[in-house]
T-cell receptor, first 116, second 113 residues
Framework: GAGVSQSPRYKVTKRGQDVALRCDPI?????LYWYRQALGQGPEFLTY????????KSGLPNDRFSAERPEGSISTLTIQRTEQRDSAMYRCASSSDRIFSGNTIYFGEGSWLTVV | GQNIDQPTEMTATEGAIVQINCTYQTSGFNGLFWYQQHAGEAPTFLSY????GLEEKGRFSSFLSRSKGYSYLLLKELQMKDSASYLC??????????????FGPGTRLSVLP
């Protein structure tokens, strides 16, 4: 696609429910990142993939959070048994290749999650 | 681990010059990036440094000193539309094709008429 696409853009869920957030990166991009961003703060790293391999998941807050990218393209971030503190903007980003060190990452518009 | 620090807020006047500083400590370093983020929008790429020195790009310049773990973003001839948050990010290349991007807290710049 032309840009990084995320869905849903807005999600309201009840506490205790599971949610799945989807990210479709720029076509051909090797690396995919998930961030969480609170209002007025910088993006907080959650996890990232190169192709289908999850390279680093050290930023996932706890075991209720998981991510996958089974075919090396679309990724899903799943939050189980949601809690109110999970309410935030979840942003996905992708980049093309590690070979060129100047490669930047491109962000999607984000999925705004509200847990009530 | 990684630690990136920036001032929380800055204010400047239209037409002026402003410098936004960023200090970082990372286990591995493979580039420093600056992003602009307008309220309610996604961050967008501004500049990149991997070697020491100044990179100029129109009204925006970015400087890097790797030995000091320090960078700054310089904005000249400020315009009202430059009011935004400016995010410093470090690409921390670890093992196994790692290229983790870690962001600082962001600096919210307000440009006044």
């Amino acid at each position: 696609g032309a840009g990084v696409s995320q869905s849903p853009r807005y999600k309201v869920t009840k506490r205790g429910q599971d949610v799945a957030l989807r990210c479709d990166p720029i076509s051909g991009h090797v690396s995919l990142y998930w961030y969480r961003q609170a209002l007025g703060q910088g993006p907080e790293f959650l996890t990232y993939f190169n192709y289908e391999a999850q390279q680093d998941k050290s930023g996932l807050p706890n075991d209720r959070f998981s991510a996958e990218r089974p075919e090396g393209s679309i990724s899903t971030l799943t939050i189980q048994r949601t809690e109110q503190r999970d309410s935030a903007m979840y942003r996905c980003a992708s980049s093309s290749d590690r070979i060129f060190s100047g490669n930047t990452i491109y962000f999607g518009e984000g999925s705004w999650l509200t847990v009530v | 681990g990684q630690n990136i620090d920036q001032p929380t807020e800055m204010t400047a006047t239209e037409g002026a010059i402003v410098q936004i500083n960023c200090t970082y400590q990372t286990s591995g370093f493979n580039g420093l990036f600056w992003y602009q983020q307008h309220a309610g929008e996604a961050p967008t790429f501004l500049s990149y440094n991997v070697l020491d020195g100044l990179e100029e790009k129109g009204r925006f310049s970015s400087f890097l000193s790797r030995s000091k773990g320090y960078s700054y973003l310089l904005l000249k001839e400020l315009q009202m539309k430059d009011s935004a948050s400016y995010l410093c990010a470090v690409r921390d290349e670890g093992d196994n094709y790692g290229q983790n991007f870690v962001f600082g807290p962001g600096t919210r710049l307000s440009v006044l008429p």
